[in-house]
């Protein structure tokens, strides 16, 4: 896709929305749907460009309407580097958002957690991230108008936000954690080794998306949130599967909390 696909694209859609702020929602979480008052609802599949989400637990369509007061475009499901897109064409919507003026995002996702504490069904509040897929959606020619060649990522999580987020949960009674999030290729699951390596690395929770969408969202200049819903917990001495059934179960049990939290910053 050029860049004038790009453009062609947000100006169609920008006088749809009207919106200044984006959401994605993460495997199993289009139960987070309910918490949104749809206008209107467009399958990827009609919009120029888009990619089309084949994955179980993603719905494939981009809604338009309300969310705590403040009107909102969101993804109900992404794209991802195993279904065989490149970080350019898994990141296009980002910046089809950004031509679209908005300046924040919202991000969910679906993650195994690498520590006891962060058990089936919670919410861990991403702080920071370790890019493990040798993937870039930068990589190749910068268009200055977009962002800088060499985008800072000292703070990719916008600490503001992260402290709305931290404020509203505890005033919320929302345990809501905080950690390192690792997005690896997949789509194959960890080894019991590989999950000793993510763990000595740093890393607190792991999953297959998220990493490429913040890059280009910081690059573009935009405000992050990122939440995920641990669907597993990945304990290499007790090794157990983690059936995608099971993912989508555990996801729909975190989403209602994830969205109280979107909406509980939204609403200010």
């Known amino acids: 896709m050029t860049m004038h696909d790009e453009r062609s694209t947000a100006r169609h859609l920008s ?8 959401i994605i929602l993460g495997t199993g979480l289009g139960i987070m749907e309910e918490a949104i008052t749809v206008a209107e609802s467009v ?3 009609d919009i120029p460009g888009f990619p089309v989400s084949s994955v179980a637990g993603h ?4 809604l338009f309407g309300e969310l705590g007061g403040q009107r909102v475009v969101v993804m109900s499901g992404r794209f991802h580097l195993y279904e065989g897109y490149s970080a350019r064409e898994v990141t296009y919507p980002i910046r089809v ?3 679209m003026g908005i300046r924040t995002i919202f991000i969910s996702n679906a993650a195994g957690g690498l520590r006891p504490d962060l058990t ?3 919410a861990m509040l991403i702080t920071d ?3 493990l897929t040798g993937r870039n959606p930068l990589i190749g020619p910068n268009d200055d108008t977009m962002g800088p060649r060499f985008p800072d990522m000292t703070r990719p999580y916008c600490p503001s936000l992260n402290d709305r987020a931290r404020s509203f949960a505890q005033g919320s009674g929302i345990d809501l954690k905080e950690g390192v999030y690792v997005q690896v290729p997949g789509p194959s699951m960890e080894t019991a080794a590989e999950t000793r390596m993510l763990q000595i690395m740093g890393a607190h929770a792991v999953g297959m998306s998220t990493v490429m969408e913040v890059i280009q969202a910081v690059h573009c200049g935009m405000d992050v949130l990122a939440i995920s819903a641990i669907t597993n917990n990945n304990d290499p001495d007790r090794y157990l599967g983690a059936p995608i059934e099971e993912v989508i ?3 729909h049990k975190a ?8 909406r509980g910053i939204l609403e200010g």
Do not use: E, W
């Not at 719905?59 to 981009?62: A, I, N, P, V, Y």
């Not at 989403?255 to 979107?262: L, W």
């Open 15 to 22: 006088s749809i929305a009207g919106a200044k702020t984006a």
């Open 43 to 45: 399958d990827y599949g």
């Open 59 to 62: 719905q494939g369509r981009l």
């Open 97 to 99: 958002f950004s031509l």
């Open 120 to 122: 089936p069904g919670s």
């Open 129 to 131: 991230h370790i890019n």
């Open 249 to 251: 179960a555990m996801a």
């Open 255 to 262: 989403g209602p909390a994830i969205a109280r939290i979107f």
